[in-house]
């Protein structure tokens, strides 16, 4: 268990600093594209469209993708430590996951949603009570839409849930999770604005919806490496998550890894 320094918390807390950059590029792309297309006629102008869209698409679908707005995806350290990330709570799972966490002497960083910890507000003071850190997961977690949000319904779901948070735990989330990790072009507007810094992963194990605890165990760990953030799911249907994680630290314990939370940046508003 460790606390990271200020200095290498200030490096990876990472804002993005110009989000409208690349909305200018993506609309410069399609002005690009329409002259393709008016000079040399569809057969050139049809791929330049294709090939644009499909970046995006791509960017927008693939939750490491970085093009569209930048993401921490493992910190940078040789030593055995990992950073557990905890989605979608809080949930009835919140209290045996911080049992278990203490009893493992392991802190972790739980990405939260606004509505359900306005509707559990004792389980969000628990989680900080407890020594642990919060970040904003979203106030509703649109699943299925929030890769297709606009910008102003975005800034609904990143800047409620920064204000619910708020409210509910007296602490302003520093850290965002997208949901299903899907990140449009118009994340990076709200995350600028609310001075938060995404958060990927670089081990997983499908625990939201994968309800056989080996599988995702065996898919965990084979990713887990030095500097490794384990993205965790709590409160899913299937059950198993309080389990995954028993076992998880289990594995942890016996691999001589150590759980580290990194600082939040001392600028913060
Ligand atoms: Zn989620």
């Not at 799911?233 to 198993?240: K, L």
């Not at 289990?250 to 508003?269: F, K």
């Given at each position: 268990?460790?606390?990271?320094?200020?200095?290498?918390?200030?490096?990876?807390?990472?804002?993005?600093?110009?989000?409208?950059?690349?909305?200018?590029?993506?609309?410069?792309?399609?002005?690009?594209?329409?002259?393709?297309?008016?000079?040399?006629?569809?057969?050139?102008?049809?791929?330049?469209?294709?090939?644009?869209?499909?970046?995006?698409?791509?960017?927008?679908?693939?939750?490491?993708?970085?093009?569209?707005?930048?993401?921490?995806?493992?910190?940078?350290?040789?030593?055995?430590?990992?950073?557990?990330?905890?989605?979608?709570?809080?949930?009835?799972?919140?209290?045996?996951i911080?049992?278990l966490?203490?009893?493992?002497?392991?802190?972790?960083?739980?990405?939260?949603?606004?509505?359900?910890?306005?509707?559990?507000?004792?389980?969000?003071?628990?989680?900080?009570?407890?020594?642990?850190?919060?970040?904003?997961?979203?106030?509703?977690?649109?699943?299925?839409?929030?890769?297709?949000?606009?910008?102003?319904?975005?800034?609904?779901?990143?800047?409620?849930?920064?204000?619910?948070?708020?409210?509910?735990?007296?602490?302003?989330?520093?850290?965002?999770?997208?949901?299903?990790?899907?990140?449009?072009?118009?994340?990076?507007?709200?995350?600028?604005?609310?001075?938060?810094?995404?958060?990927?992963?670089?081990?997983?194990?499908?625990?939201?919806?994968?309800?056989?605890?080996?599988?995702?165990?065996?898919?965990?760990?084979?990713?887990?490496?030095?500097?490794?953030?384990?993205?965790l799911?709590?409160?899913?249907?299937?059950?198993?998550n309080v389990?995954i994680l028993a076992?998880l630290l289990?594995?942890?314990?016996?691999?001589?890894?150590?759980?580290?939370?990194?600082?939040?940046?001392?600028?913060?508003?």
């Open positions: 268990m460790a606390s990271w320094g200020m200095t290498r918390a200030r490096t990876l807390h990472r804002v993005p600093r110009r989000p409208g950059l690349i909305l200018g590029l993506l609309a410069l792309s399609q002005v690009a594209v329409v002259a393709l297309w008016w000079r040399w006629g569809w057969r050139i102008g049809l791929p330049a469209m294709l090939l644009t869209h499909l970046t995006v698409v791509w960017a927008t679908l693939y939750p490491r993708a970085t093009l569209l707005c930048p993401a921490l995806s493992r910190l940078p350290t040789a030593r055995r430590e990992v950073w557990l990330t905890i989605d979608d709570g809080p949930s009835a799972d919140t209290g045996p911080l049992d966490l203490e009893r493992h002497d392991a802190r972790a960083t739980f990405f939260l949603v606004g509505e359900r910890a306005v509707a559990q507000p004792e389980r969000v003071r628990d989680i900080l009570r407890r020594g642990h850190g919060i970040g904003n997961h979203s106030a509703s977690h649109p699943d299925t839409r929030f890769w297709r949000l606009g910008p102003a319904a975005m800034e609904d779901e990143i800047g409620r849930n920064q204000s619910l948070l708020t409210v509910v735990s007296g602490q302003t989330p520093r850290w965002f999770r997208s949901v299903v990790g899907m990140t449009n072009p118009f994340v990076g507007l709200s995350l600028k604005r609310h001075r938060l810094a995404r958060v990927a992963w670089s081990a997983r194990g499908f625990d939201g919806v994968d309800c056989d605890p080996d599988q995702v165990l065996a898919r965990l760990t084979r990713d887990i490496a030095p500097g490794a953030i384990v993205l799911h709590e409160g899913a249907a299937h059950g198993h389990e076992r289990e594995w942890l314990a016996r691999e001589g890894y150590a759980t580290v939370v990194p600082s939040e940046p001392a600028d913060s508003p």
